[in-house]
Antibody, heavy 116, light 112 residues
Framework: EVQLVESGGGLVQPGGSLRLSCAVSEFTLSGYGMSWVRQAPGKGLEWVAI????????SYVDSVKGRFTISRDNAKNSLYLQMDSLRAEDTAVYYCARGGSVPLFWGQGTLVSVSS | EVVMTQSLLSLPATLGQPASISCRSS???????????LNWFQQRPGQSPRRLIY???NRDSGVPDRFSGSGSGTDFTLKISRVEAEDVGVYYC?????????FGQGTKLEIK
């Protein structure tokens, strides 16, 4: 069974940093583009970033450009999201998802809270 | 950015009766490869999104056949032929044609 398991969330002060990880199993990571999607408490879904199969192409939503970095280690079956200069409005559950245009598999999410 | 508009934020539905959710995009979702990357997701309370329909009308494995998707260009619809109690949740349309990919604001289906 395909699994995606996020980790690394937590409480951080404004201006701080966090690194999220997504460990995948039962599929070969190198065969798929991967994404991060977030959901603020009680709100809708927002695409954050996407990376292609070999990590050579990355795209970000405007609100996180220059602050967040998506990366992957196919050998370790892992996807990452480095989040710097965090703001209160970045508070959300962060999901990793397999694919981009038609994402089928999602993780259970990890909560990031940005507050002083 | 493509804006996805779901006209109803709340949908009171009757068990056993049909229900319909509409979604409109601010520009055509036809990609250069000829595909239309319009997906529908269901999110039950406390759960991750679950894809129901991909590329307008393709139902995912394990999704009951009472769910169907239709539409083209900029106008799309998710239909439930007979609402069941387990269908309670929030439904999102999502476009994967233009970056950044975007979701509708969600339609909360509740049982009357």
């Amino acid at each position: 069974e395909v699994q995606l398991v996020e980790s690394g969330g937590g409480l951080v002060q404004p201006g701080g940093s966090l690194r999220l990880s997504c460990a995948v199993s039962e599929f070969t990571l190198s065969g798929y583009g991967m994404s991060w999607v977030r959901q603020a408490p009680g709100k809708g879904l927002e695409w954050v970033a996407i990376i292609n199969q070999d990590g050579s192409k990355k795209s970000y939503v405007d609100s996180v450009k220059g602050r967040f970095t998506i990366s992957r280690d196919n050998a370790k079956n892992s996807l990452y999201l480095q989040m710097d200069s965090l703001r209160a409005e970045d508070t959300a559950v962060y999901y990793c998802a397999r694919g981009g245009s038609v994402p089928l598999f999602w993780g259970q999410g990890t909560l990031v809270s940005v507050s002083s | 950015e493509v804006v996805m508009t779901q006209s109803l934020l709340s949908l009171p539905a009757t068990l056993g009766q049909p229900a319909s959710i509409s979604c409109r995009s601010s520009q055509s979702l036809v990609y250069s490869d000829g595909n239309t990357y319009l997906n529908w997701f269901q999110q039950r309370p406390g759960q991750s999104p679950r894809r129901l329909i991909y590329k307008v009308s393709n139902r995912d494995s394990g999704v009951p056949d009472r769910f169907s998707g239709s539409g083209s260009g900029t106008d799309f619809t998710l239909k439930i032929s007979r609402v069941e109690a387990e269908d309670v949740g929030v439904y999102y349309c999502m476009q994967g044609t233009h970056w950044p990919y975007t979701f509708g604001q969600g339609t909360k289906l509740e049982i009357k």
